[in-house]
């Protein structure tokens, strides 16, 4: 079984609107941390967003916020006000696993988020 | 801001060549990470380690190979490339901020090797 998924391929969304880019997760690990990555066309992965399995709220960084639904094992991103900027491959991630273990994140697919003008 | 880099940001090879890719931060994190991506798809953990002397294999299995022998550098070697290789390669660091701890990795700019 797949442990993050990204259901959405490709996402457009017009400039200065919102969008929620869709991620879940499956674990039965119960402390474990969600990421979400931004790699623009130049390659690099940028950190955007965290989230921890204990954390009572949900994150939020400047126009990025993480709708955590634990129950359901999601993890959404929504970003606010989209610029073109934004346009980017998005890649939801999990860390499991207590201090002490490699923690290492598990990658989704990705999501292609075209903004448009 | 992360302080992570990698060398050569791009490399076009021919088969049979011996590669190194490497990768440096100046955060004094003790993780670090190598993961192999293939264009447009997901992260592979190829490598890892704990901080100095300390290397473990990745979920994807890689002829590649690793060292660690001073906490910020991390370099990569395949001995003999092949066009299987073909791939961006990321390097990524993390503190260990002990129980509790949020300990984000930070990525490098990634090499794009080519093998021809």
């Known amino acids: 079984a797949q442990k993050i998924t990204q259901t959405q391929p490709g996402m457009f969304v017009q400039e200065k609107e919102a969008v929620t880019l869709d991620c879940t997760y499956d674990?039965?690990?119960?402390?474990?941390?969600l990421f979400w990555y931004k790699q623009p066309s130049s390659g690099e992965m940028i950190f955007l967003i965290y989230?921890?399995?204990?954390?009572?709220q949900n994150a939020t960084e400047g126009r990025y916020s993480l709708n955590f639904q634990k129950a359901r094992k999601s993890a959404n991103l929504v970003i606010s006000a989209s610029q073109l900027g934004d346009s980017a491959m998005y890649f939801c991630a999990m860390r499991e696993g207590r201090m002490g273990s490699a923690r290492q994140l598990t990658f989704g697919s990705g999501t292609q988020l075209t903004v448009l003008p | 801001e992360a302080d992570i880099y990698q060398t050569p940001r791009y490399l076009v090879i021919g088969t049979g060549k011996k590669i190194t890719l490497e990768c440096s931060q100046t955060?004094?994190?003790?993780?670090m990470y190598w993961y192999q991506q293939d264009p447009g798809m997901e992260l592979h953990l190829i490598h890892y380690s704990y901080g100095v002397n300390s290397t473990e294999k990745g979920d994807l299995s890689s002829e590649s190979t690793v060292s660690r022998i001073r906490t910020e550098h991390f370099p990569l070697t395949l001995e003999s490339a092949r066009p299987s290789h073909t791939s961006q390669y990321l390097c990524?660091?993390?503190?260990?901020?002990?129980?509790?701890?949020?300990?984000?990795?930070?990525f490098g700019p990634g090499t794009r090797l080519t093998v021809l």
């Open positions: 990524a660091s993390s503190p260990d901020l002990g129980t509790g701890g949020r300990d984000t990795q930070y």
């Open positions: 674990t039965s690990d119960p402390s474990y941390g």
């Open positions: 955060m004094g994190h003790d993780k």
């Open positions: 989230q921890g399995s204990y954390d009572q």
